[in-house]
T-cell receptor
């Protein structure tokens, strides 16, 4: 079983729809990252969360530490949101050393006009 | 123009040849990383470096080597010992709060 699981693997939506992508993890974490990968391959960091909720424009990320679950929401989706969204768990930092990232397999989102 | 550059974007090599992928950053971060991405899989850590002249193996280091002689540069060599080198390679730099990724190099071994 993967330590970081995302669902769904693929998602097709119509422009304007509200979108939710889920991420569950089984390891102890210090933070949870959401990343966006465009078709050309470049990756952009969207959010880093250790608790609660963050919002940036039409993107909202939430995390429930007790349930080991995070969600990424996109409101009023647009074709330019089409990309692969990746969740990554930063392992808990023991002994002062920086934990590394464990990545989910990604969710491929396609928003149709 | 700040960021991370990787070159080349596409690279073709014959089986059995070593190849070096370039990664340069001007973000002044101490830590740099190399990841490999295969279709249908999450990114996997090959090597990372927390400081100049020091680096650590990641989860899939076999068949790869790195050096960190300068803060700005973290080249990755894919050696002939790597059994399945065809993949997309991403370099990153950053701290515990975020990582900045380069545009990636797609390596195809023929």
């Amino acid at each position: 079983k993967n330590e970081v699981e995302q669902s769904p693997q693929n998602l097709t939506a119509q422009e304007g729809e509200f979108i939710t992508i889920n991420c569950s993890y089984s390891v102890g974490i210090s933070a949870l990252h959401w990343l966006q990968q465009h078709p050309g391959g470049g990756i952009v960091s969207l959010f880093m969360l250790s608790s609660g909720k963050k919002k940036h424009g039409r993107l909202i990320a939430t995390i429930n530490i007790q349930e080991k679950h995070s969600s990424l929401h996109i409101t009023a989706s647009h074709p330019r949101d089409s990309a692969v969204y990746i969740c990554a768990a930063r392992t808990r930092n023991y002994g002062g050393s920086q934990g590394n990232l464990i990545f989910g397999k990604g969710t491929k989102l396609s928003v149709k006009p | 123009d700040g960021g991370i550059t990787q070159s080349p974007k596409y690279l073709f090599r014959k089986e059995g040849q070593n190849v070096t992928l370039s990664c340069e950053q001007n973000l002044n971060h101490d830590a740099m990383y190399w990841y490999r991405q295969d279709p249908g899989q999450g990114l996997r850590l090959i090597y990372y470096s927390q400081i100049v002249n020091d680096f650590q193996k990641g989860d899939i280091a076999e068949g790869y080597s790195v050096s960190r002689e300068k803060k700005e540069s973290f080249p990755l060599t894919v050696t002939s010992a790597q059994k399945n080198p065809t993949a997309f390679y991403l370099c990153a730099a950053g701290g515990i709060y975020t990582q900045y990724f380069g545009p990636g190099t797609r390596l195809t071994v023929l």
